[in-house]
């Protein structure tokens, strides 16, 4: 059985920063690209950062420059660094996992950039 657990979410004043986890357990973690996604309330889903088992990384425009993806395969862990946040990054965050046509989620963990 695949489980994605994600930490570390909070609330957070703008330019703040922090650090978000996604523990995966039921995968083969090295072989799947993990992904983090966001989603407020009203808006679609949309993409944060994906990092390959290589750890070749791809981040969102609204995004890039302020947060790090990174993963750790001995741990089965990736994390998610995030910089300079703004009330706009204010969303609940997914830890995903892909490969092929084979996906899974987590249950997310809220963000929340506020004074």
């Known amino acids: 059985q695949v489980q994605l657990v994600e930490s570390g979410g909070g609330l957070v004043q703008p330019g703040g920063s922090l650090r978000l986890s996604c523990a995966a357990s039921?995968?083969?973690?090295?072989?799947?690209?993990m992904g983090w996604y966001r989603q407020a309330p009203g808006k679609q889903r949309e993409l944060v950062a994906t990092?390959?088992?290589?750890?070749?990384?791809y981040y969102g425009d609204s995004v890039r420059g302020r947060f790090t993806i990174s993963r750790d395969n001995a741990k089965n862990t990736v994390y998610l660094q995030m910089n300079s946040l703004k009330p706009e990054d204010t969303a609940v965050y997914y830890c995903?996992?892909?490969?092929?046509?084979?996906?899974?989620w987590g249950q997310g963990t809220q963000v929340t950039v506020s004074s």
């Open positions: 039921g995968i083969i973690f090295g072989i799947y690209v």
């Open positions: 995903n996992s892909r490969r092929g046509p084979t996906t899974n």
């Open positions: 990092i390959t088992g290589a750890g070749s990384a």
